[in-house]
Structures are given as C-alpha cells and as structure tokens.
C-alpha cells in the first residue's frame, strides 16, 4: 500500500493529522522521482487540497489546488468550464478568501502563465 493510499484511509475516517502526515510522505517522494510539472502529480496535488479544504483551511488548499489545477490544464487532463473536483475546489477558496467570481478566470490565466515559465 502506498503513502498515498494510507493518507486517503485516514481522510476517510477524518483523522486529518495522520492523513496529512502520510500524503506529505508520499508528496516529498513523487516530487523527487516525477518532478514537480509531472502530470501525475496533479493527483497528490488534488488529494492535499482537498484534505485542507475539507478542514475549511482554504489558504493552504487554494496552493495545492492551485498547482493541481495548472497541471491539468497545461496538460490537457482538464477542460474549461470547472468540471474537476480541483477546479471546483479552487475557485470556492478563491471565493471564500474575499476574491470576485468573476476575476478567478483571469487570475488562473495568470497562474498558468506563471507556470509555465517555472518549475513550480
């Protein structure tokens, strides 16, 4: 079983703690063997985000999200309008940070371009 899927059973039962503690394992070792704009990151990105934004702390899941969401995009895995569970996410904690709908298209336009011109 992997640090990924021991993070996912503890969310499960909303022992966040252990969860987070297990997904960061499992994040510190696919970034250094993927690399941080692997498209298979956008998986443990989406997983870290969405156990912070289960907790209601939408500065920290809006980053992971955040890079979830770019990787899907700059790699075809998600299409526009938001029908992903990180691009939902992602524009609720735009939202919920005191942020207009309306600018989140554009602020993730620039997102994107920041992207890709670095290695996250």
């Not at 703690?17 to 997904?23: A, K, Q, R, T």
């Not at 809006?62 to 992602?90: D, H, M, Q, T, V």
Request: hydrophobic fraction near 35%.
């Amino acid at each position: 079983m992997s640090y990924n899927n021991i993070a996912v059973a503890y969310f499960s039962i909303e022992k966040y703690e252990e969860s987070l503690e297990w997904i960061h394992k499992a994040l510190e070792i696919q970034e250094n063997i993927l690399g941080k704009k692997h498209p298979s990151m956008k998986y443990i990105y989406t997983n870290i985000g969405s156990l912070y934004y289960s907790q209601e702390k939408y500065k920290e899941a809006s980053g992971f999200l955040c890079k979830a969401a770019i990787i899907g995009i700059a790699n075809g895995l998600f299409k526009r309008p938001y029908s992903e569970i990180p691009l939902k996410n992602l524009q609720e904690c735009f939202i919920r940070a005191g942020s207009k709908e309306e600018k989140f298209e554009c602020w993730l336009d620039e997102q994107i371009a920041i992207y890709m011109q670095s290695d996250i």
